[in-house]
């Protein structure tokens, strides 16, 4: 096996580096600034102890580690120099880097040695993840399917702040369900037009009336309605002490500027991710219920299908599958989700198999059949199941480039 093992601790600033020969001796460590030239300098240093030591190919990993390691890898493999050796490159799963770490229990922690473990891990052969990046086409749109998802993650985050800061002001309006939607116009309208539970008490139910009809833009079927419920909503809030009115209105009108904020720019992922997907084959449109975002983000990060041998093998790297708890004679029924794999991917395989009850028969009835099946944790166990059928799909249509034909239930 006439191959050299490099291990890199990736930080912001330096990479530390480790080359192993195949029998697992040192051959030597050090480190490079995380930047152009240091990525030279590391080249150098490879082909260097490639020559010196007769070896025909390289094996490199590093540890996924935000995105200090991203620019070094593009280099990698992007390096003409490089490629006469036909470098082997890895992005390794930090979790299962520590469990191979474990193997040396006596092992001080320091990038060095993190760097040996990562060398070792790549020696040894059973802890790999192997780099797919001839199409970066699949990694922009992993730029803004990521960046998206985040967008929305604060959002969420920033709605539920929102409520806890209304509940200050109007305690009744968030436990009762006086609007249909917390955050549409009239109820936004109302939270920062009327200073205090006081003054929304004192106006005429009629002038109230008016206002939702106008906020609402006639939407409401019954304003007058609402209105009933609203005033019946602040009679039975609490009254916020004066001091702290004008501070709980300053949070409540920022933060609706920074939630359109943030709704903007999830319209203008959107339309980003909608141009990018053109260059990109897909038929997972095709599935009732997945629409672009999904079908966007379950591509972005299975990316080549091609890597993936089975449908099995992408469940895997999803976090779809569950552990094992047998004994002799013993083996546990009731058993954990893995706590590895693409968190991303699985995000988006479940939120498409929860939007699939709605438009497709077979879906429903799985998931119905799935959630009967058990008395404890069934939503849960059900959806997790019903992902792991959509994973059978996904890789079959973009597998064989295929539309989608929902059978007849």
């Known amino acids: 096996m006439s191959k050299l093992f490099v291990g890199i601790d990736v930080s912001s600033r330096k ?64 390096s003409s120099d490089l490629a006469k050796f036909q470098p082997d490159l890895h992005i390794l799963n930090p979790k299962q880097v520590k469990k191979f770490k474990d193997a040396y229990p006596d092992l001080p922690k320091n990038d060095p040695v993190d760097a040996f473990i990562i060398a070792d ?6 802890i790999t993840n192997k780099l797919h990046t001839d199409d970066y086409r699949y990694q922009a749109l992993k730029t803004l399917t990521r960046a998206r998802f985040f967008a929305v993650q604060n959002l969420t985050k920033e709605k539920q702040r929102f409520m806890n800061y209304l509940f200050m002001k109007f305690s009744s309006f968030t436990q009762d369900k006086v609007f249909s939607d917390s955050f549409g116009a009239s109820a936004l309208s109302l939270y920062t037009e009327f200073d205090s539970v006081e003054e929304l008490a004192a106006m005429n139910l009629t002038e109230l ?34 001091t702290l009115v004008d501070s709980v209105n300053q949070v409540l009108a920022l933060s609706i500027i920074y939630m359109r904020s943030l709704k903007e720019q999830i319209k203008s992922f959107d339309k980003a991710i909608e141009l990018q997907l053109q260059s990109i084959p897909n038929t997972l449109t095709s599935v009732k219920g997945i629409g672009l975002v999904f079908s966007a983000g379950i591509i972005a990060e299975v990316g080549d299908i091609k890597r993936f041998s089975n449908q099995a093998a992408l469940a895997k790297y999803a976090g779809l599958v569950w552990t094992q708890h047998q004994s002799g004679n013993y083996e546990a029924q009731n058993t954990r989700l893995i706590n590895s794999g693409n968190r991303f991917l699985k995000y988006y395989l479940t939120e498409a198999a929860y939007s699939l009850l709605r438009c497709d028969a077979e879906f429903k009835r799985y998931y119905s059949l799935k959630k009967s099946e058990v008395n404890r944790g069934q939503v849960k166990r059900a959806l997790a199941l019903t992902a792991r059928k959509l994973v059978r799909l996904v890789f079959a249509l973009l597998k064989d480039n295929k539309l989608y034909i929902a059978p007849e239930v």
Request: aromatic content about 10%.
């Open 209 to 242: 009336t008016d206002f939702i009809r106008k906020t609402g833009r006639n939407r409401f079927p019954d304003p007058d309605a609402v209105a009933k419920a609203i005033q019946a909503a602040v009679r039975s809030s609490y009254r916020l002490p004066k």
């Open 15 to 78: 990479n530390v580096i480790h080359f192993m020969l195949p029998d697992g001796s040192k051959h030597s460590s050090f480190s490079v600034d995380n930047n152009f030239n240091g990525a030279r300098l590391l080249v150098r240093m490879i082909i260097s102890a490639l020559v010196e030591l007769q070896l025909q190919n390289v094996v490199i990993g590093l540890e996924a580690t935000s995105v200090y390691g991203d620019n070094l890898i593009f280099f990698l493999r992007e």
């Open 121 to 126: 891990a790549l020696r040894f052969g059973r």
